[in-house]
């Protein structure tokens, strides 16, 4: 039977044999530069976050690498597709998390110039990270928003992400609005007695709309984003309970 460190580094082998032949496709489409629905683009990045956290008792050290692939293109004239994903390496102390995020698959259609753009977008698990007592303070401090990680969540659920966007303008006014909808499947989280439960985090919807007006060298706009989160579950039982956010900026 094989080991997980012999799995995850197929799978990240694997990978990387996927964005080389994306490569490969991007030069081998350079002959239709001059139109961009002919090209296919792809690329591999790479970031590093160390940080020492002061903790209570000792200093703490926390490491994370990751590895993202990216690649877009049109299947065909004006369907758009973008694939994401990340390979990461994270580390506090002598705990480790290592794996593949959620593969993102987005599509999008333009129409009318891209004066209105529908898009789909499914984020999909590839592996699933089984949630350990011994990676659960690791766990949680990826996912604290004042670290700012690239990579928060190995494992998530089944997302399905749907919405669209409008643009247009009249004169030098520029005006646009959009909306989505996200559906998120469950996944498994330690409870606080340091039991698997299963957690859904609620489903989303979001709506937004905006304008701008140039006046001479200055320019004259704003908003407003609407966000209403659904309940969270942990095997069943609400754990935060739904509510809407009213957001405006100029």
Known sequence: MYS???IKMKLIIFYLFIFLNLYSLCYAQLEEFNDPQRLFTASLGGYLFSRKLQGQDEEENINQLVLPVYAEGFLIKNLNIMIHQSISYSKLNDAELSGLENTLFRFS???FDDALIPYLTFRIP???VKPEIETARLDSLMYN???HLDV???TQGFDVDAGFGFT?????LAFGFGAGYIIRGSYD???QDGNTASYNPGNSFSGTAGFRLPMGILSFGGGAIYLYSGDDTIDDAEVFK???EVSLYG
């Open 145 to 147: 928003e004042v670290l």
């Open 152 to 154: 928060k969540r190995l």
């Open 4 to 6: 997980r460190s012999f």
């Open 189 to 191: 989280r330690l409870s």
């Open 242 to 244: 739904n509510g809407s």
């Open 126 to 128: 590839i592996v699933k």
């Open 168 to 172: 247009h303008s009249i004169g030098d």
């Open 109 to 111: 259609y333009n129409f």
